[in-house]
């Protein structure tokens, strides 16, 4: 984004004061109705880091979301979640509407506030709080209601007088949330089943090539992380997209061609087991040995003896 300017959010206060927002009644959650913000004046484009999570549900919003390297468009209602010190940025396109127009509710929570609670610990297993998921939340009419409620339900609790009971309240509803975001992805993941069935493909195809070419002796079996860049898509998105397809792990899909590849040689080549280890990138063929074994509960000798 050229011109853009960076804006690092430390504190809730400090983000409603830049949005033109009253201060909030809560100085570790705020609940926003995104039609109140006002957008920072001099600046097509924003760049944001907050050093708190922020949870977004947008419709009608016209500008695009820049976070990692995915942009999002919001046509649709949808939600996209944010760690603490990641960057987002927010374009707007100068040749359209020169208002912002945005309409939904943004909830900020700050770490201070998760302090001493399970929750704490448990939200950075949340995946998709991580910006290089490349996928943000769409939801049903149904779906978006049930969120919206539970997002009020935590403004109606900090509107109230705060006693002892209040932040135990506001949790189980954070934690209820977070659970049918997991629920709503998950959905997410098998309904797609047209993109979700092309990464397969590509996937394959990746797989294919590497185990053909002669990087495979160069570099040996590629990573996870290597395959996830290749897909442009997260190694923990990658996992759980394989996981509700195919039941297996990005790992095991790695596995799995290379059992291929090596089954290949051991019956069409008379290489010894040992030269057929190191061709797939085996620095020792004893690793070779031992991971075949475990995948088809034979040796590489017995699995060729088999067929002669």
């Known amino acids: 984004m050229a011109n853009t300017q960076l804006y690092r959010i430390k504190t809730i206060s400090q983000y409603h004061q830049l949005m033109g927002l009253s201060a909030p009644e809560h100085p570790l959650i705020s609940l926003i109705d995104l039609e109140s913000i006002q957008h920072p004046p001099g600046n097509e484009s924003i760049n944001l880091v907050f050093d708190f999570y922020s949870i977004s549900l947008k419709r009608n919003f016209n500008a695009k979301i820049k976070y990692g390297q995915q942009q999002y ?3 649709e209602g949808i939600m996209f979640f944010i760690s603490p010190g990641q960057v987002f940025g927010i374009e707007v396109d100068k040749n359209k509407d020169t208002i912002l127009k945005r309409n939904g509710w943004l909830l900020l929570v700050h ?3 998760l ?6 610990k448990t939200i950075k297993q949340y995946e998709y709080f991580s910006y290089s998921v490349h996928e943000a939340l769409h939801l049903s009419e149904k779906e ?3 969120i919206i409620g539970m997002l009020q339900n935590m403004e109606q609790e900090y509107h109230s007088n705060i ?3 209040s932040q135990d309240v506001m949790i189980a509803q954070l934690e209820l949330l977070l659970t049918y975001a997991e629920r709503f992805y998950h959905r997410q993941f098998i309904t797609r089943k047209i993109s979700n069935h092309q990464i397969l493909q590509r996937l394959e195809d990746i797989l294919m090539d590497y185990f053909n070419s002669d990087v495979l002796t160069k570099k040996g079996l590629p990573t996870v992380q290597y395959i ?10 990658l996992s759980g997209l394989l996981k509700t397809l195919t039941g297996q792990s990005t790992q095991q899909h790695i596995h799995d061609k290379l059992m291929e590849k090596a089954k290949e040689k051991l019956t069409t ?12 990138g085996f620095e020792h063929p004893q690793s070779f040995s031992k991971l075949f074994k475990t995948k088809t509960n034979q040796s590489p ?3 060729r003896q088999s067929f002669n």
């Open 228 to 237: 996830a860049e290749a897909l442009n898509v997260s190694p923990s998105y």
């Open 111 to 113: 770490p201070d506030f």
């Open 144 to 146: 978006e209601g049930m």
């Open 269 to 280: 080549t008379d290489l010894s087991v040992s030269e057929i280890a190191y061709a797939l």
């Open 115 to 120: 302090w001493d609670t399970a929750l704490a």
């Open 73 to 75: 468009d919001f046509d």
């Open 301 to 303: 000798l017995e699995f």
């Open 163 to 165: 006693d002892k009971f």
